[in-house]
Each structure stands twice: as C-alpha cells, then as structure tokens.
C-alpha cells in the first residue's frame, strides 16, 4: 500500500534520516520506533509533505507520488494525529471537523457534516458530541475528535505521534478497539510510541531506527521488549529495576488541607493532604491538567497558596519565593525544562550554578571563582553523564534528554531533604529515562523524601512507595507500590472509585 524506499534528508552539519525504507500494509499496524533524534520525525514530515527527501521515492498502491503539503497528503488519503492536537479550543468537533474541507458554505451548513461524522463515529466506536466546543472535552475525547477529522477525509493510512501520552490505561484499551477495527477496514496504521509493552501489544511489523538509520526490523513473535529497547539503544538496557526496601524516616513534606488557585481563576488544588518521609518515594498519578503543576508550584513557592499549609523538614512555607523555600531544604525539577529549568542561552555551566552562584566556594568576596566552578561543573557534567562539547556550550543546543541531566545534576547536588520531581523523563529517550531513574532512586536510599510528579504510570509504578491519584485537584485514593495495578489506577485516574 505505502512504500518509502531510500530516503534521505540533510539539514546543516546533520544527517537526519539515511536511506531508509518502510512498507506499509493495508489491514495492518507498523510500528516505528527510536530513541529522539533517530529521525522518526523526519521521515514522518516527509511523508506528510511538511519535507521534501533528499533522496528517494514514495509509492501509494505501486505508483510513484510527490507528496508537496500536508493538503496534497490528505488527498492522498493520508491523515496524521499529532501528539499536541491540532484542533481549534472554541470551536466545535464538528466545525473543527470540516475546517479546511472548503466549498462555498464554509461552517454555516453543518448537517451535512454532522450526518456523516455520526456515521464514521459509529463505526469505529468513537462516540464523541459533535456540538460540543473542543475546550470543553476530556483529553481522550479530543483525541477521538483528531481521529474522526482524519477518518472522515477518508485517510487510508493513519499515522499515530505518540497516542497514548496522555490517556488513562482504560481510554488507552479503548483506543486499541478502535486501531484494530481500522485495521479491520483495510487501512494501514504508523504507530509511533515509547511504550514497549503497547507497541508489543498493538504492532504487526515494527521498525527500528537508530541514528538516522534503520537498526532493526522485526514483529512481536520475534522480539521482546529488551531486544527492541536494545535495538533503540545500542546496548542492553534495564527496563526494570528491584527497588529495596528501605526503613523512611521522619515526615520531611507536609501537606494540609491545600487549596490552590489555578490560572483561569478556579480551584485547581482543593483540601489536598499528604505526607512524604525521609527515604520515601510518593508518586502523583493523573492524566494532565488535574492540577498537579499547580500543586508543585504551590510547594515550592511559585504560587499563592489559597489556603492550608505546607512543612518543609517542619517549617511552614508561608512565601511566594522560591529562594526562600529552597533554603528550608527544597529542590525542584520543574516539568517544562525549557521554561523553568534552563535558560537556554546560558552555558551549560551557568545552568548548573544557577541556584547557587552567589554562595560560597563559587563566590569570593564578591566575584565569582571561576576555577572552582569550572571544576565543579566538569564534575558534575561527568557524573550525571551530560552529553556536551564543554561546559561553555549553550545549553539550548543539547539535546532534550542532556537537557533534563543538567537540570537533574543541578537539583539533586543540592543539600535538600525535600525533592519535588515534576515529570522527569517527559520526552526523553529510553536510555536517558533508564539513567534518570537510577539517580532519583540513588536520592531514596540516600535519605531524601521525594514527591515524584508523573503522567507516565509505568513510572510511577516502578518508582514509588506509594502513588495518589489526582483528579480534578483532588486525591481520589492512595495505593502502596505492592499493590499497584495499572488497571485499578487508571479507574480511580478516570474518577471510577471501588466501593
């Protein structure tokens, strides 16, 4: 059905994909797979007219085609779900549905629309409200809403960015019915995720690519999860790690009766409480957007708490400066790096001494020692394995996982007691993610108490001593790691409780 054979795609100093071929059956689920950076993006702008290849041919059902735009791709009958949805918030799903569809009535008619959009949504099981405005959907819904805009152009050939990321495991099951009856229409799936045990799960063909190349290409007969992680990587990788048990000390974070204020003016945090121990991992699963930002933020002093209190190693944070909270013994890796973590024009060193700068040794006397910082960050920059030219390096130029070292070397060489972890491995390759788990729970046997904030379940599964589920700002239950089931989580994530 689709055939991508030989392509190449150079950007200055850069070769992003490299000769690479991939077949797409119809009926069928292809999955590609890679580390960031391997070039699946590439390849996938390429097929969706956004690049043109350097080298190399693309063919629909045997013929040669020049794919120029994303509109040419369409007519082509191929769609693509984004991972950040590309839908219009006050809009409706039906007005999102058929914008770009054109003709001389525009969004006024939308009978006609809504009419098949109920056919295709009965198909394939995706029932979503066609009138409703897109801001006002659940993620999965919205989700639903991407998948109908392609299915009702008609697209043959689906390519899926990272699907699940955002979903509960239930709306994640809920979503493979759909993927399979797709398939059962003879329509050919490019599914792109990290989650290993999903592309065992869903795939019929998978595709590896490593360094802008293809690594390996093999089927979930012949494969399993370390082979597949070991043809991303390079090297064998440890996908799961036996946490010892460790006796947790006194309470270290204190949190009582929290009410928070969110952005839009409404309560994102209400009346939540929880403690964290000396040696103690406590995870906070939800899908996105259930406040847990706001909750970070409100830990550590970047936001108003509305009401209740907050006890770092027992004193109350009664400020809105994070400088202040730090010195009670708090450190904070925030979930936008990019944002909040780094500034992206300073060196790699500064990024590293940005907290402490001013405090001695790095300051004498009021100048900087610059020997004793160098030092410092080399060290730094060797153990937590920051992949960089030097230290004088920019740090936007890193790539996203070296990115998430710096700020993770940054924050755990604090003298804390308190570690607020806000989504460590977002966006991170598997090998960066492997390493990062290992040095947050170097932290728990060292003591430290960690509020470890998560939408990846397997992590905070394989992480905390006990994980609380956030819905709508509220704790919906707590569950201890042995009696974690990704299933029962991911009900109390979608607020279905156990009586």
Not at 366 to 386: F, P, T
Request: aromatic share 4%.
């Amino acid at each position: 059905m689709l055939e991508m054979k030989g392509i190449s795609k150079r950007f200055p100093g850069v070769v992003a994909n490299d000769n690479i071929d991939l077949s797409v059956v119809s009926g069928q689920v292809h999955t590609l797979l890679g580390e960031n950076g391997a070039g699946k993006s590439t390849l996938m702008k390429i097929l969706y007219g956004l690049y043109k290849p350097d080298e190399g041919t693309i063919s629909l059902d045997g013929a040669e085609v020049k794919i120029a735009s994303p509109s040419n791709a369409i007519e082509r009958g191929i769609g693509m779900i984004h991972q950040h949805f590309m839908l219009v918030p006050t809009l409706t799903v039906a007005e999102n549905v058929a914008l770009g569809l054109g003709g001389r009535r525009g969004l006024s008619d939308m009978k006609p629309v809504k009419k098949r959009l109920a056919e295709v949504s009965e198909r394939y099981g995706l029932h979503v409200d066609p009138d409703a405005l897109i801001w006002q959907l659940a993620v999965g819904e919205r989700q639903r809403a991407e998948i109908l805009k392609a299915l009702y152009r008609d697209a043959r050939i689906l390519v899926l960015d990272e699907p699940t990321a955002v979903l509960t495991p239930t709306e994640v099951d809920e979503l493979f019915v759909t993927l399979r009856q797709m398939t059962a229409d003879g329509k050919g799936l490019i599914f792109i995720s990290h989650k290993l045990h999903e592309v065992m799960e869903l795939s019929d063909e998978i595709t590896v690519l490593r360094d802008g190349r293809v690594s390996g290409h093999t089927t979930p007969a012949e494969a399993t999860r370390e082979s597949l992680a070991e043809m991303m990587v390079g090297r064998p990788v440890e996908l799961t790690r036996d946490v010892a048990e460790v006796d947790a000390g006194s309470h270290k974070l204190e949190v009582d009766d929290l009410n928070v204020v969110g952005d839009r003016g409404q309560a994102s945090v209400k009346d939540l409480s929880l403690r964290v121990r000396a040696g103690e991992i406590v995870g906070v699963a939800g899908v996105s957007g259930n406040g847990q930002r706001e909750l970070a933020e409100a830990i550590v002093g970047l936001r108003p708490i509305g009401a209740g209190t907050v006890r770092v190693d027992g004193s109350v944070v009664d400020t809105t400066s994070p400088r202040e909270v730090r010195s009670l013994g708090l450190s904070y890796v925030p979930e936008e790096r990019m944002r909040d973590g780094v500034i992206g024009d300073f060196t790699v060193a500064e990024n590293l001494l940005l907290v402490d700068y001013d405090r001695p040794p790095y300051t004498r006397r009021g100048l900087l020692n610059r020997s004793v910082i160098a030092e410092r960050c080399k060290e730094m920059v060797s153990r937590y394995r920051v992949k960089t030219p030097d230290i004088h390096t920019p740090t936007r130029h890193l790539s996203g996982g070296n990115i998430q070292k710096v700020v993770m070397a940054r924050e755990l060489s604090q003298d804390a007691e308190v570690l607020v972890i806000a989504q460590p491995t977002r966006g991170v390759d598997i090998g960066a993610a492997e390493y990062i788990h290992e040095q947050i729970l170097i932290q728990r046997t060292n003591g430290k108490a960690i509020l470890l904030i998560s939408e990846d379940l397997d992590e905070v599964i394989q992480l905390a001593d006990r994980i609380i589920v956030l819905l709508e700002g509220e704790i919906m239950g707590e569950i201890s790691r042995a009696d974690a089931d990704p299933q029962a989580i991911g009900l109390l994530m979608a607020g279905v409780q156990d009586d």
